[in-house]
């Protein structure tokens, strides 16, 4: 038995740590460490209610306080952190280590869609670390579906691994999102967001594993990002407006896409206005520059987007706009689609698309139709502006070609292939 002395001694030493934890910093913040809250770093042991205590304390702090995650796994389900908080600097939740979802598909966050949400927060910053969705046993659940056309419900549709939701002005900051089982990083409903330098990584075969997508927000900016998934690298949703993309890499994956839109997804009017994408990168993905509207009646419209100085490296649709957009066929119809239109629909989507911009777009197409508009019969498009395109067929036997289908619209500058109007 160790003496009273060493007892009273390690107690002492025991409540200093626990007092140090949570000593303000320099600058007023105080750290709430998960560790201290019983998370624990060997990726088996549930951490989630650590995690949720740690977040009530620095949330309910009146100063700028931080989560802090070590290094270290920690197995994570479900979780909502949410505000609003006191702090009047804000929180930020720091991660220094990799975050799993819990093992297989169906657990708890299988109703939300959501593993990992920050609800109702304003002044947040979420950064680093590494957040595994482990999405593999999913993606082969939904394989072995479409294999043996089983009916849809039978997998689950999966979890998004990060999801910022009806929040102000936030930073998410140097985040690496692996094998997320749907999404990536959802930011829904919010205004003023800044993501910059996430990396989402996936197989080039798993479904709908997006990288970056932004729903019914404004204000939202997405900047360094490196994006390796089975989907679009960003999705732009309905309901967005002064949106700024600017330095994505994205392949593999189905470029950076407006739409889709007209899914009734209910909203009366679906609409994506205000949008830059700039300075982008696309290595070996099935499509660069894409906006893709479902062939229905649903009212809506697209306007005011500018795609500029992109690098197009074996794309299969280095310029697309695809307002026929039905992946899984059974949209009724017939004739032949672009990329991703299995099947074209008889009717005309009622999504209005101008004023739509390509300025320096270069590089080679892996398909002979380097530009290609296929607009709606309905609801044609207009204002489409061609400047300094320079598109190549990577094949040595064909020349690169553009194909129009109800749009109009300019080209100035070296446009290559000659523009369609």
Not at 76 to 89: A, K, L, Q
Not at 260 to 273: D, H, P
Request: net charge positive; proline share 5%; glycine share 14%.
């Amino acid at each position: 038995m160790a003496p009273i002395g060493a007892k009273k001694v390690l107690s002492l030493l025991v409540q200093l740590h626990v007092a140090l934890l949570f000593l303000p910093e320099p600058g007023g913040a105080a750290v709430y460490n998960v560790v201290r809250y019983g998370a624990r770093a060997d990726g088996a042991s549930d951490s989630t209610q650590p995690f949720l205590r740690a977040w009530a304390d620095a949330c309910r702090s009146p100063r700028p306080a931080t989560v802090y995650v070590p290094p270290g796994r920690y197995l994570v389900g479900h979780v909502t952190f949410v505000g609003p908080c006191g702090s009047r600097g804000g929180v930020t939740f720091y991660n220094a280590g990799t975050v799993v979802a819990p093992a297989g598909y169906g657990w708890d966050g299988a109703a939300t869609g959501r593993w990992i949400t920050f609800e109702s927060v304003q002044g947040l910053t979420v950064s680093g670390g590494t957040l595994d969705g482990r999405g593999e046993a999913l993606w082969a659940c939904k394989q072995k579906q479409k294999q043996q056309k089983q009916p849809r419900g039978h997998c689950p549709t999966g979890t998004s691994s990060l999801t910022i939701s009806n929040s102000m002005d936030v930073v998410v900051d140097g985040v690496t999102s692996v094998n997320s089982e749907l999404f990536h990083v959802v930011v829904i409903q919010c205004r003023g967001v800044t993501v910059r330098r996430v990396t989402a990584e996936a197989p080039a075969d798993s479904p709908n594993t997006d990288g970056i997508h932004i729903h019914k927000s404004m204000d939202v900016a997405v900047y360094d990002a490196k994006i390796r998934t089975g989907d679009d690298c960003v999705s732009v949703g309905p309901g967005n407006s002064n949106l700024w993309i600017e330095r994505v890499a994205c392949g593999p994956g189905h470029g950076i896409s407006i739409g889709s839109l007209g899914k009734q997804q209910g909203m009366a009017v679906e609409a994506v206005q205000n949008v830059t994408v700039k300075t982008t990168w696309f290595t070996g993905t099935t499509n660069g520059l894409r906006i893709k509207t479902w062939g229905n009646s649903k009212r809506g419209y697209v306007r005011g987007v500018t795609f500029s100085d992109s690098t197009m490296s074996g794309v299969d649709n280095p310029i697309i706009i695809d307002q026929n957009y039905c992946p899984d066929g059974g949209c009724g119809g017939g004739g032949g689609g672009g990329s991703g239109s299995v099947k074209r629909s008889s009717s005309c989507s009622g999504i209005k698309i101008s004023d739509v911009e390509y300025v320096n777009v270069r590089g080679s197409s892996s398909t002979p139709v380097a530009v290609s508009f296929d607009c709606s019969r309905s609801n044609p498009c207009s204002g489409i502006t061609l400047r300094d395109v320079r598109l190549t067929y990577q094949s040595s036997m064909q020349v690169a070609r553009s194909s129009c289908r109800n749009a109009r619209g300019t080209a100035s500058g070296l446009v290559v292939p000659p523009s369609c109007f």
